[in-house]
């Protein structure tokens, strides 16, 4: 579903991404997670076309999102770390302006939006403007948006960032819902447990290089600690990884 092959970039003399390959399945969740400054955030901008690689491709669904950006990009769900929105506008005149981007049908947007807003407890609030939102009010808003479309593929930067503990718990309950209908979903994030719980297989990031790849337990025989948690594991990859680079 989600193919990066020898995906990099640069910025002058910086590489910022160093020649990823990634393969990405039907129905995964697959977790991305590296330290601040390791590529994470770069990658996500090209995986959801909005940075052009440097080299490399991104395919979504089978769709090269260099050769036709618009149908891959159909196909995608995106849902940024800071939910960037028209605060002029309410929140159901959001969720309209997202459904004609994506041309969703009227009686299609009519019905998808309102469960949409109930579901993620923003329906009172659909009708007040934007800028009336709290940050997890926005969160979710952005999150509902994305999926009006009904995309192939979720990419998801760091999706609990601002959201109390309720909140949390419907965003978790929605990718688990939606990887069951097949939706495929990325996600980076920071917080280890969440990855951890949710995450089919994860991927390890370090100064543009992917570590290591797969699931908790192959991570853990990536690092020789069977016994250890995802935190641990990653911070003994990344400072391993580290202490290679000084030599």
Known sequence: MIELKNLTKRYGNTLAVDGINLSIARGEIF?????????????????????????????????????????????????????????KLTGREFMRFTADIYGVAENVFLEKSQELLQTFNIHHWADELVEAYSHGMKQRLIIAAALLHEPKVIIIDEPMVGLDPSAIKLVKDMMRREVQKGTTIFMSTHTLAIAE?????????????ILAQGTTNDLKLAAQAQEADLEEVFLRLTTENSNTLKK
């Open 197 to 209: 719980d949710l995450c089919d297989r994860i991927g390890i990031i370090h100064r543009g290089r």
């Open 31 to 87: 977790g991305f997670i590296g330290p601040n400054g390791a590529g994470k955030t770069t990658t996500i901008r090209m995986l959801g076309g909005i940075l052009s690689p440097t080299s490399g491709s991104v395919m979504i669904d089978g769709v090269n999102m260099a050769e036709n950006p618009v149908a891959a990009k159909k196909r995608i769900g995106f849902i940024p770390d800071r939910p960037y929105l028209y605060e």
